[in-house]
Every structure is written in C-alpha cells, then in structure tokens.
C-alpha cells in the first residue's frame, strides 16, 4: 500500500507502528451500504420509447401498434438513501444468486433509484405499493454476504499495514547501522523519541530544597515524599508507552534507552530553576541533582537474571551519600513472564541484608517500594523503589 512509503523516516524510527497503521487504516476500511426507508416519488407522466415498453414485465400482453416509436406513459421512483462506501453495489460477493438486484446508484445524493414505467391508464397504486415495500429485499440479502467479506477484510488491514510498516523500518535501520559502520554521522534523536510518547508536556513542577538537608532518617531527603510518588508516576507512565507502542525504542540499548527516558521525564516536569530537571551520569543513571547533593537517583536495566539484579542494588546502595535517599530501579525485560521477573525481585530484595520493610508493594502494577539501610550511614534510611516493564 503506498500510504505506508510515504511515512516520513522520523515517524517511522521513533513512531509507534500500531498508531500509524490505525490512522492509515481509517482511510482504507471498507463500509457495506447500509439501505434506509424508501420514499415514493408521485407518478410522472412521460413519453416511453418502444425499447421501455418492451422491458416491461407484462410486454406480452400488450397489444402494440406496429410501426409505432412512443407510447404515452407514467414514471414512478422509489428513492431509498444509503450509507457506506457506494462502490461496493457493483461488489460480487462469492455467494450471489443468478438474478442479482438492480437499480441506479446515485453517488452524488447517496440514493439508490428503481424505476417503473407504465403505460398511460395502467398504474394501480393498491397494485403498486406493496410491490414496492419488498423492492430492498434482495438488495438486503446481497449485501449481507458482501458484509461478511468485507469484515475480515477490515480486521486484517491494521495488521498488515503494521506488517508493511515493520518492513519498511527495519531497512531503515539497517541502513543506519550500515552508515554507521561506514563512518556516516546517524544521529539518534532520544528527545524526538520521546516526544512522540509523551502525550502532554510540563504536568508537575517538582520543589526541590534549596538547602541542603541534616543526615536525619526521612528529614534528609531534598524531594518531598509526593514528589517522589510523582517521579515514580512519572517513569511508570511513561515506561507504559515503551511498553505499549514502539518496538524500535524498545530495541535499544541501556544508555539510549535512558536518554530517552530521561528526555521524557524532562517533557513531563519542571524544575525550580532553567534548564533540565533531570540529569544523567554515566551510562544509565537519571539524576536530580541540588547542588552537589542528589535529590533522586534512578537506574535503568536490563534484566539479566536474579544474581545480576542482587548486583545492581549493591551497586545502587554503593553509589549512595548519607543524603542520597531516594532511588529507583527501572528493570526491562526483554524476556516472556514478566510475572517471575517480579517474584524473583521480590524473593532477592527481601532476602537483601540491608532490607528493612516494605514500604507499598504493587504486583500488579509491578511498582515496588521498600526501604533498607543505608551502606554509608547505619542510622539513615533509603528508599528504593522497584519498576518492571516488559518490552
């Protein structure tokens, strides 16, 4: 289908697929005529040819004057509207009968139109209307079948044009690794990635402590407690759309794929002061930073496994100051049962020797927060929150 070559390569890397192929499909889906109450226009005299005459269903019967053109008559229509695609009234669907229904389609006034001539003296109403009543009968029975086959074909079209689409974008990423490896500049673009994820931009503003905070248990954090279920929010809503939607984000590696949520978290909150809410440093972390102090710390990973996850929080709880208190891990899994993911980090947290509690556990959800020990300050707290997603 041509609509699906012309998506613009933007679109088409950072796009979700599903998105595109519904909007396009909109387009292309087919709606069986659906026929509404006839109305009877009042009879017309007319001048009918021989040719008219002859096509009449009693023609038989009639006594002709030979030799003669015209004969004196009255025109009746019967005009019942219609909605749906015009087209399809010239549609043979693979169950027809050998009488198939007939009359003028009008596609202007969206009517179809039967005509019935008579000759002059000859038109009975009482004869008449109920003829005309059964006229959409066969027309009904007709466009059921042509109904059943046109409704496979419009379920279909979404997945095919997704099928079409993933075609397409797999060549185009082909041929961006090919340029990289040639020594081409492709630059990735996480901010456009995000945006087109991102439904609305600058939701919160985040209030940030200007001061830094006395070591104390949870007085020490920089961030308010529902700002930080506002962060937490924040990446799951965002998360979710990865998830959703765009299996080409969904593809990258643990540093892009912290740009690019990292780009969308920025979309989504403001900061006290100009410039980025949010930070990275090194090659998966998100920061917000005040001062040198660290009001939020999250860490984006793939899962690899229960004994790489046991590693990445000793790793997180190492990275930490006494005034580093609130965390986050964002685990991707890449793999099937997202389910296990789960009990396995529930199973490696809680068996962890600097547990302490948990603090809202969400299995459904998959957002798991709990509190340990900090590793630098035994009368300090840290709250580690937990987020699975599947891509």
């Not at 984000?249 to 690019?260: H, I, S």
């Not at 660290?294 to 100051?321: H, M, P, R």
């Amino acid at each position: 289908m041509k609509e699906t070559d012309v998506v613009v390569d933007r679109n088409l890397m950072y796009g979700d697929l599903n998105e595109i192929a519904e909007h396009i499909a909109a387009r292309y889906r087919l709606e069986t005529p659906a026929l509404g109450k006839p109305s009877l226009e009042s009879p017309k005299p007319v001048t009918l040819s021989l040719a008219e005459v002859q096509r009449m269903p009693e023609a038989f019967s009639l006594a002709l004057w030979p030799g003669r053109a015209e004969y004196p008559g009255v025109r009746v229509n019967v005009r019942v509207p219609f909605t749906g695609d015009p087209e399809l009234f010239q549609y043979q669907p693979s169950e027809f009968n050998l009488n198939p229904p007939a009359a003028e389609v009008d596609r202007l006034h969206r009517q179809v139109i039967f005509t019935f001539n008579f000759l002059e003296g000859r038109f009975d109403p009482a004869q008449f209307l109920p003829v005309a009543a059964t006229l959409t009968q066969p027309f009904q029975w007709w466009l059921e079948k042509v109904a059943a086959e046109v409704r496979p074909f419009n379920e279909s079209l979404p997945t095919q044009l997704v099928h079409l689409l993933e075609r397409r974008r797999s060549v185009l990423v082909a041929t961006h690794q090919q340029a990289e490896t040639h020594g081409f500049a492709v630059d990735f673009d996480p901010v456009q990635a995000a945006r087109l994820l991102v439904q609305r931009e600058q939701l919160h503003t985040l209030t940030i402590a200007q001061t830094s905070p006395l070591p104390q248990r949870r007085s020490a954090t920089l961030l308010p407690e529902q700002d930080y279920q506002l962060v937490l929010d924040g990446i799951d809503d965002f998360a979710r759309q990865l998830e959703r939607g765009n299996r080409m984000v969904g593809q990258l590696g643990e540093e892009a794929l912290r740009d690019v949520l990292l780009a969308g978290l920025n979309m989504l909150f403001r900061g006290q002061v100009s410039g980025e809410t949010f930070n990275r440093r090194g090659k998966t972390d998100i920061l917000i930073r005040q001062g040198n102090d660290i009001a939020f710390l999250g860490e984006c990973k793939f899962w690899g496994g229960s004994k790489l996850f046991t590693e990445t929080v000793d790793q997180l709880l190492n990275y930490l100051t006494s005034r580093d208190l609130l965390t986050a891990l964002i685990i991707f899994n890449r793999n099937k049962n997202g389910s296990d993911v789960v009990e396995n980090v529930l199973d490696r947290i809680r068996n962890h020797p600097q547990y302490l509690k948990d603090v809202a556990v969400d299995v459904q959800r998959r957002i798991l927060r709990f509190q340990f020990q900090h590793g630098q300050d035994d009368k300090v707290s840290v709250d580690v929150a937990v987020l699975v997603y599947d891509l």
